[in-house]
T-cell receptor, first 112, second 117 residues
């Protein structure tokens, strides 16, 4: 039973365009959401997060949107750069435990 | 340099031979956790520790043991490894925030690729 789902295994975009990565969750108790980026042969690195009391959080080229009623979050990267090519994981937590649930990941390829 | 280290980075072993993967962090973090990454399944949490002497099961704890005797170390023990434990393993650490939220912004180690024959 996958509580956090990333239904697109891969995404390809042109450099300079917008990349939109999507994530759905089923547990209404989740109140904190994060995005991690992972390059091959490295551990994941934290990218951006959002609390359930917000619907948007922005950090430079990266913006995360949260739609609680739809149990959906998305990561927007604008403009996309070739160095953004990586696997992106969304993750969720209920804030009261130490558990962190990850999605399956989406591989983003940004073409020059 | 602030980091999470794991050893070994690569390991090939045989079924039933006990092994330990070490994890150490130098950031004085209270929270530490182990994950495994498998194709199509993403990262799944094995065990986590909110502080010294406190450990809890994640989503896939079967076949694994952990201990947290010191703040900086969180070893992962496979008492009797089986082929279905062949995977890429990551250790992570973070602070434990007042509202338990900052622990989510975890620093990950470089990974340990384990093959059980």
């Amino acid at each position: 039973d996958q509580q956090v789902k990333q239904n697109s295994p891969s995404l390809s975009v042109q450099e300079g365009r917008i990349s939109i990565l999507n994530c759905d969750y089923t547990n209404s108790m989740f109140d904190y959401f994060l995005w991690y980026k992972k390059y091959p042969a490295e551990g994941p690195t934290f990218l951006i997060s959002i609390s359930s009391i917000k619907d948007k959080n922005e950090d430079g080229r990266f913006t995360v949107f949260l739609n609680k009623s739809a149990k959906h979050l998305s990561l927007h990267i604008v403009p996309s750069q070739p160095g953004d090519s990586a696997v992106y994981f969304c993750a969720a937590s209920d804030g009261n435990t130490g558990k962190l649930i990850f999605g399956q990941g989406t591989t983003l390829q940004v073409k020059p | 340099e602030a980091q999470v280290t794991q050893n070994p980075r690569y390991l090939i072993t045989v079924t039933g031979k006990k092994l330990t993967v070490t994890c150490s962090q130098n950031m004085n973090h209270e929270y530490m956790s182990w994950y495994r990454q498998d194709p199509g399944l993403g990262l799944r949490q094995i065990y986590y520790s909110m502080n010294v002497e406190v450990t809890d099961k994640g989503d896939v704890p079967e076949g694994y043991k952990v201990s947290r005797k010191e703040k900086r170390n969180f070893p992962l023990i496979l008492e009797s490894p089986s082929p279905n434990q062949t995977s890429l393993y990551f250790c992570a650490s973070s602070t434990s925030g007042r509202h338990l939220m900052s622990y989510n912004e975890q620093f990950f180690g470089p990974g340990t690729r384990l093959t059980v024959l």
